[in-house]
């Protein structure tokens, strides 16, 4: 049996700038970090010659093509593997809550694979082949940062550039940076999912309308790595975080939501001094910078919704467990 642990991520500027209609013209970057929250996929052998699968739901297949969990048919093709195979995902988070999942699941899938082959993939080859089935092979409308921040872990510059390449570049914090970040940030959930792929859909086809605010959130980036690798100056990041905001809200589709804006305004004048929707907009989880003597004050005002406790994780896939024995039968194919 193989476990991978595959961290899920918050971006804090740039976000739409990693979508290929627009990195294709000018480059792209983000900012992100991965959270101690996780994506779980175990690989084990199985005695049938069948490919059993269990997510929310329960599939058994004789042949890869028949399973219905695209992510899964498409690695597993990938990957070389198919019959004999038991795989199970489990996440801390559930799906369309802006964290990222469907890429952290990609990742993990594609790690946990290739260590029941018994190879070691590095996070470049893990990331580049988590987009090529999500965005060559799926055709999600998605963009490139998600799989990128679940592979390498820790927080990073990400630029993605015209050619198809991109570079991950850490960003080198100070501990009491790190230390205060996680102090003051507030992950809340606003009780909505979403499907991202209707407003990324709508986001791609319109790029060039709305070219001059995509540079000027991707601009952004740069003076957030500034903020974070410098003397710690919560408040500059607070104020980077709300301007990234208002940029895009302004982009429309959808993004933001009468709830979201009161919530996001009541934070604020609670003392809050920055934040944002997660993920493509439309619902999710709401970070918030503030002081901690205000943020009682913030929930309290909010009706007290419910909140995920955080951390940054610095690792990002890996493989955590690994069994004596892969096989179940001496002439069991991979």
Not at 34 to 41: F, G, I, N, P, T
Not at 77 to 96: F, N, Q, S, W, Y
Not at 186 to 199: E, P, S
Request: aromatic residues 6%.
């Amino acid at each position: 049996m193989i476990i991978t642990r595959t961290p899920y991520r918050i971006s804090l500027t740039g976000g739409g700038t990693d979508l290929p209609s627009f990195y294709r013209e000018e480059f792209g970057a983000v900012l992100s970090f991965a959270l101690d929250k996780h994506m779980y996929v175990t690989v084990s052998p199985r005695f049938d010659a069948t490919t059993r699968v269990a997510y929310t739901k329960t599939e058994i297949a004789s042949d890869v093509n028949q399973i219905e969990h695209t992510i899964v048919r498409e690695a597993l093709k990938m990957t070389g593997l198919g019959r004999h195979l038991e795989i199970t995902t489990v996440g801390d988070v559930p799906a369309g809550t802006g964290l990222g999942s469907s890429s952290s699941l990609t990742v993990g899938l594609l790690n946990a694979l290739y260590a029941y082959r018994g190879e070691v993939s590095s996070p470049m080859k893990l990331a580049s082949q988590a987009c090529e089935i999500e965005i060559d092979l799926l055709k999600k409308p998605i963009g490139k940062q998600d799989q990128f921040a679940a592979a390498f872990g820790g927080i990073n510059y990400i630029r993605f550039n015209p050619d198809e390449t991109v570079d991950v570049e850490p960003v080198p914090c100070r501990p009491e940076t790190v230390s205060q970040l996680n102090s003051h940030a507030m992950l809340l959930y606003t009780d909505m999912q979403r499907d991202a792929d209707k407003i990324l859909k709508q986001q791609s086809e319109q790029t060039n309308d709305r070219r001059s605010i995509l540079r000027a959130m991707r601009d952004l980036t740069v003076e957030m790595r500034q903020a974070l690798s410098g003397t710690t100056d919560l408040a500059r990041i607070g104020a980077i975080l709300d301007e990234g905001w208002q940029l895009k809200r302004s982009l429309g589709f959808g993004i933001s939501m009468q709830m979201v804006d009161t919530w996001y305004e009541t934070a604020k004048r609670c003392g809050a001094m920055g934040g944002k929707l997660l993920g493509a907009g439309g619902g999710g989880f709401l970070l918030l910078l503030a002081a901690p003597d205000v943020q009682d004050r913030i929930r309290a005002e909010l009706g007290n919704p419910r909140e995920l406790e955080f951390g940054i994780d610095r690792a990002g896939s890996r493989v955590i467990f690994i069994s004596d024995h892969n096989r179940l039968l001496k002439n069991q194919p991979l």
